[in-house]
Each structure stands twice: as structure tokens, then as C-alpha cells.
């Protein structure tokens, strides 16, 4: 990593996920700006640069986090996205970024299942900021 910290964008309507991550990811060094929804996010990446968003599926509507990772991607296309969701628990559905057919709809980079492990979040991060 660089001397300059990486700056994360958490989205999320839940505020102790919000909390949970920033502290971790705080103490591993990165900066972390924090939104409870998906109107936040907005206003933040119109004032804000980020060098990857970690992004929630279902906020104030059932897709907001899709719409959320295809205006990021449509502003800066090199911004990494995260999307984590408890979906599969809540309605019994499975959703994948894996191919390059998924991405393309999906906007995200990456998804991981809620509840995520630090190790696992911290290992995706720095696999898609490697670049």
C-alpha cells in the first residue's frame, strides 16, 4: 500500500455492520466514509473520491444497491465495488459476481455473503486494490 491511505466508502443501512466495518478497517489503516443509504452515497461520491466502495444490496428499495454500484461504476469505471448482502439468508437467493456476464449487470467486482468475516473482506480488498 502507499503512504496515503486508501479511502473506503461503506454503504449500508445497517448502522452496526456501518460501525463493525469501519473499526476494522480503520485499524488496518485505510480511511472510511460511512453512508446509511443509497441518497448519501450519492451526494458523498458527487463531493468525494474513493478508492473502493463496499456496498450493501438492499437499502431504502429492493435494488438500490444495484443502482448504487452502476452509478459508481459510471462515474469512475476504475473504482472497485464490493457488494455484500444478507439476501440469501432473507429470501433464499443466491447472487454471484464470478463471471464476466454477472459483473456486467451486477456493476460489482466482487460479492460476499453476509455476515462476512474480516479476513475475508480484508482478503478481497486487497486483491481488487492491487491494481
Known amino acids: 500500500m502507499t503512504d496515503a491511505k486508501k479511502r473506503i466508502l461503506i454503504v449500508d443501512d445497517d448502522m452496526d455492520f456501518r460501525f463493525q466495518q469501519r473499526v476494522q478497517l480503520e485499524a488496518a489503516g485505510f480511511d472510511v466514509i460511512e453512508a446509511p443509504g443509497y441518497t448519501k452515497a450519492r451526494e458523498l461520491l458527487e ?27 459510471k462515474k469512475d469505471p476504475s473504482v472497485p465495488v464490493i457488494m455484500v448482502t444478507g439476501v440469501a439468508s432473507e ?8 463471471t464476466s456476464e454477472e459483473r456486467s449487470w451486477i456493476k460489482a467486482d466482487s460479492m460476499l455473503a453476509k455476515p462476512i468475516r474480516f479476513e475475508q ?11
Open 91 to 98: 429470501a433464499g437467493m443466491e447472487f454471484d459476481a464470478a
Open 121 to 131: 473482506l480484508r482478503r478481497e480488498i486487497g486483491r481488487l486494490l492491487k491494481g
Open 47 to 73: 463531493s468525494q473520491k474513493f478508492d473502493l466502495a463496499l456496498v450493501d444490496l438492499m437499502m431504502e428499495e429492493m435494488d438500490a444497491g444495484f443502482t448504487l454500484c452502476h452509478d459508481i461504476k
